[in-house]
């Protein structure tokens, strides 16, 4: 999981994408970087988060009409500085690229670059080996000049040979900005549309937020397996490259997406709504006293609202977020999330003591997280401690991109509900049923009858996740001692971003 943005006719794109970036930091925090064009590309990339890489001094230095930004997520191990993106190639033509998502190929896909096409690799991300691939194709389609033609066969290209989730922007020296996403559509994309100077100017970005922030109005979302140019003069080329077949992920409905952000025209914030008010129903069946709902700050918000609203019960928030913790599901590795948990929260004493409590939370993932909260309330007097998750239980790993890489991390991996509470240190874990998630989210496009849920059930959308690769996986992350999300390729066909 990431976040990307790119712009083309603005009167300073860095200053934009700078903005659009900060919009989209819950997305990543590891890493960010910007790409910009004037002639030649400008680069600045780093480590941490966009306010602390870029100074007014490179974000002078970084002229032009159209660039590329983008934040990464985690990682740890031998990746660093020099896999953070966008990447950039200079045959042919010039041209930058960034995505959100992961290659589940990614080693074959090397050794072909290498061996077949003398192409060599040289970071552990994921995206250079798409950029070869991508710019290979218009290679072949170079003596003809750059075309639309060519465009489509590159992205066509890329459909064909790269597995996996990927939402993609980029741009291309002299010709313009440009966007494809992956024939599933897994990964979220939002183009936009505004007149500036008499003129068309468009923005690409992982969530509306950014484009609502810019200005951008005119929104629509690209298509699982579509292929947009937009040139610099603002002229829109757009065509559907495959056939789709659209599961776009229903897990950036819990936990990623900000709520205020539009996904395949479905509202984060409503779905969220609906989420709490399904999980409420099931919650009144169980007959239990509850005194006060507290929410787990800040993504199961919304949720817990529509909860104690529909339970007729108080809401309070229990629990203070400090706001300069980062989000602790994207944290490299085990211990540092425990010590995050402890510094990122804290408790109101009289909403816990001598209450029966019901904690909301989006998810529950490893459990650490979850215990040191149970384990919070108890300390400060709560009489019972229910904990309720917006989600079903997690229990198989992520290949697209998000941080759920090996088994026997899932604390809800071969245990029952009632095991997960004994574990958790709760009077009683509630989990959402599956066919109310899907059920809530769906509600809000009628047009979609799928979404990726492979990490609640096992099932891949994309059908060619093997026995062997998740065992590659685990494998992979268990030798680097639990690398973390965007850990790099270096041994095996896939990692988690």
Same mark, same amino acid.
Not at 271 to 278: A, H, S
């Given at each position: 999981?990431?976040?990307?943005?790119?712009?083309?006719?603005? !009167?300073?794109?860095?200053?934009?994408?700078?903005?659009?970036? *900060?919009?989209?930091?819950?997305?990543?925090?590891?890493?960010?970087?910007?790409? @910009?064009?004037?002639?030649?590309?400008?680069?600045?990339?780093?480590?941490?988060?966009?306010?602390?890489?870029?100074?007014?001094?490179?974000?002078?230095?970084?002229?032009?009409?159209?660039?590329?930004?983008?934040?990464?997520?985690?990682?740890?191990?031998?990746?660093? #500085?020099?896999?953070?993106?966008?990447?950039?190639? =200079?045959?042919?033509?010039?041209?930058?690229?960034?995505?959100?998502? =992961?290659?589940?190929?990614?080693?074959?896909?090397?050794?072909?670059?290498?061996?077949?096409?003398?192409?060599?690799?040289?970071?552990?991300?994921?995206?250079? $080996?798409?950029? =070869?691939?991508?710019?290979?194709?218009?290679?072949?389609?170079?003596?003809? #000049?750059? !075309?639309?033609?060519?465009? !489509?066969?590159? $992205?066509?290209?890329?459909?064909?040979?790269?597995?996996?989730?990927?939402?993609?922007?980029?741009?291309?020296?002299?010709?313009?900005?440009?966007?494809?996403?992956?024939?599933?559509?897994?990964?979220?994309?939002?183009?936009?549309?505004?007149?500036?100077?008499?003129?068309?100017?468009?923005?690409?970005?992982?969530?509306?937020? $950014?484009? !609502?922030?810019?200005?951008?109005?005119?929104?629509?979302?690209?298509?699982?397996?579509?292929?947009?140019?937009?040139?610099?003069?603002?002229?829109?080329?757009?065509?559907?490259?495959?056939?789709?077949?659209?599961?776009?992920?229903?897990?950036?409905?819990?936990?990623?997406?900000?709520?205020?952000?539009?996904?395949?025209?479905?509202?984060?914030?409503?779905?969220?709504?609906?989420? +709490?008010?399904?999980?409420?129903?099931?919650?009144?069946?169980? +007959?239990?006293?509850?005194?006060?709902?507290?929410?787990?700050?800040?993504?199961?918000?919304?949720?817990?609202?529509?909860?104690?609203?529909?339970?007729?019960?108080?809401?309070?928030?229990?629990?203070?977020?400090?706001?300069?913790? #980062?989000?602790?599901?994207?944290?490299?590795?085990?211990?540092?999330?425990?010590?995050?948990?402890?510094?990122?929260? =804290?408790?109101?004493?009289?909403?816990?003591?001598?209450?029966?409590?019901?904690?909301?939370?989006?998810?529950?993932?490893?459990?650490?997280?979850?215990?040191? *909260?149970?384990?919070?309330?108890?300390?400060?007097?709560?009489?019972?401690?229910?904990f309720a998750s917006t989600a079903p239980p997690l229990r198989y790993p992520c290949v697209y991109g998000i941080d759920m890489s090996t088994r026997t991390e899932f604390v809800a991996r071969e245990r029952t509900p009632e095991e997960v509470g004994r574990a958790l240190g709760a009077d009683l874990v509630i989990y959402q049923d599956l066919e109310d998630l899907e059920a809530a989210a769906l509600a809000g496009n009628p047009q979609l009858s799928a979404?990726?849920?492979?990490?609640?059930?096992?099932?891949?959308? @994309?059908?060619?996740?093997?026995?062997?690769?998740?065992?590659?996986?685990?494998?992979?992350?268990?030798?680097?001692?639990?690398?973390?999300?965007?850990?790099?390729?270096?041994?095996?066909?896939?990692?988690?971003?």
């Amino acid at each position: 999981m990431c976040g990307f943005i790119g712009i083309v006719n603005s !009167d300073s794109a860095v200053r934009e994408i700078y903005d659009g970036l *900060i919009a989209v930091q819950h997305r990543g925090q590891d890493a960010a970087g910007v790409v @910009t064009y004037d002639g030649r590309f400008h680069i600045k990339k780093g480590e941490g988060l966009v306010r602390d890489i870029f100074s007014n001094e490179n974000i002078e230095r970084l002229k032009g009409s159209i660039g590329v930004g983008h934040v990464r997520y985690p990682t740890v191990g031998s990746g660093g #500085g020099e896999d953070a993106q966008p990447f950039v190639i =200079n045959y042919p033509y010039g041209m930058v690229m960034a995505h959100n998502g =992961n290659v589940a190929n990614y080693q074959e896909l090397k050794n072909e670059l290498q061996v077949q096409e003398s192409r060599h690799i040289d970071s552990g991300c994921d995206v250079e $080996v798409m950029l =070869n691939i991508f710019a290979g194709s218009l290679e072949r389609s170079a003596g003809r #000049g750059f !075309d639309l033609g060519a465009y !489509d066969r590159a $992205v066509g290209e890329v459909f064909h040979r790269v597995r996996g989730a990927y939402s993609v922007v980029g741009m291309i020296a002299e010709q313009g900005l440009f966007a494809f996403r992956d024939p599933y559509g897994i990964k979220p994309i939002t183009l936009g549309r505004r007149i500036h100077r008499g003129k068309p100017s468009y923005a690409i970005a992982s969530e509306s937020v $950014v484009l !609502d922030l810019l200005g951008f109005e005119d929104q629509r979302t690209p298509q699982a397996g579509e292929a947009v140019f937009i040139d610099m003069d603002g002229r829109v080329h757009s065509r559907q490259v495959v056939e789709p077949n659209p599961h776009p992920c229903l897990f950036e409905f819990v936990y990623f997406a900000r709520p205020d952000s539009v996904i395949d025209g479905i509202s984060v914030y409503h779905t969220r709504i609906r989420m +709490g008010e399904r999980l409420a129903r099931k919650i009144r069946k169980l +007959g239990l006293e509850i005194d006060v709902v507290v929410p787990v700050p800040d993504s199961a918000r919304t949720a817990a609202q529509a909860i104690a609203t529909e339970l007729g019960l108080p809401f309070r928030e229990g629990l203070v977020k400090n706001r300069y913790i #980062g989000r602790t599901f994207i944290m490299p590795d085990d211990d540092v999330r425990r010590r995050a948990v402890r510094h990122k929260l =804290n408790t109101i004493r009289s909403v816990f003591d001598g209450q029966k409590v019901l904690i909301v939370d989006d998810s529950i993932v490893r459990g650490h997280t979850s215990r040191s *909260i149970i384990d919070m309330a108890r300390r400060n007097g709560a009489a019972k401690v229910y904990f309720a998750s917006t989600a079903p239980p997690l229990r198989y790993p992520c290949v697209y991109g998000i941080d759920m890489s090996t088994r026997t991390e899932f604390v809800a991996r071969e245990r029952t509900p009632e095991e997960v509470g004994r574990a958790l240190g709760a009077d009683l874990v509630i989990y959402q049923d599956l066919e109310d998630l899907e059920a809530a989210a769906l509600a809000g496009n009628p047009q979609l009858s799928a979404m990726c849920n492979a990490c609640f059930t096992g099932i891949y959308p @994309t059908g060619d996740v093997t026995p062997e690769m998740l065992a590659a996986i685990e494998s992979e992350r268990l030798h680097k001692g639990g690398a973390g999300a965007g850990a790099n390729h270096s041994t095996v066909a896939v990692t988690a971003r």
